[in-house]
């Protein structure tokens, strides 16, 4: 499975490519990050941010594509800017017949880590360890993107067989952070936010 993963933003999109094996490893095929400056006009730091997304759609072509869902935040500005990019995003990929899945910061942080309010600094160590990657990507936004693209792959699979050989320790952490977030599922605390 090809997963492009969003980390929406005005300031800075970040986008990650992941392909993921049936056995759940996860290998890097692109990442970046889509910046528009706070000079423009909003139309245009759209345009910016939808032509960006356009090449990437077009040149990885996924089967899916994952971005954050907007999440309570006591920033409005924030949440507009958020949300105007994750709408311009999932046009983008509608047009193509991609088929898009959101994830709250929560559940990606819990899929990656096993632990659903680990800090960026965890979640960034641990994608680059899933990734086998040499150094960390950068800034944040590019490893949240790879992150949500992890983890819509490892939810979106079957169930994780209870000691499958091919279960990393990660995907261990998830499945067992995946049955305590049906518990817990709405006592997130307001204004919690990932992004």
Known sequence: MRVLGVDPGLTRCGLGVVDVAASRQATLVGVGVVGSSHELSLE??????????????????PDVLAIERVFAQTNLSTVMGVAQVSGVVMVAAARRGIPVAMHTP?????????????DK????????????????????DAADALALAIAHAWRSGASFASGSQSTTAAQQLWR?????????KNKEAPGATWH
């Open 44 to 61: 245009a730091r759209l345009l910016v941010i939808a032509e960006a997304v356009d090449q990437w759609l077009d040149a990885f072509k």
């Open 121 to 140: 600094a965890h979640v960034t160590a641990m994608v680059t360890r899933l990734l086998r990657l040499d150094e960390p990507p950068r800034p944040a």
């Open 106 to 118: 929560s559940e990606v942080k819990a899929a990656v880590t096993g632990n659903g309010r680990a």
């Open 176 to 184: 067992e952070a995946e049955r305590k977030s049906k518990v817990t």
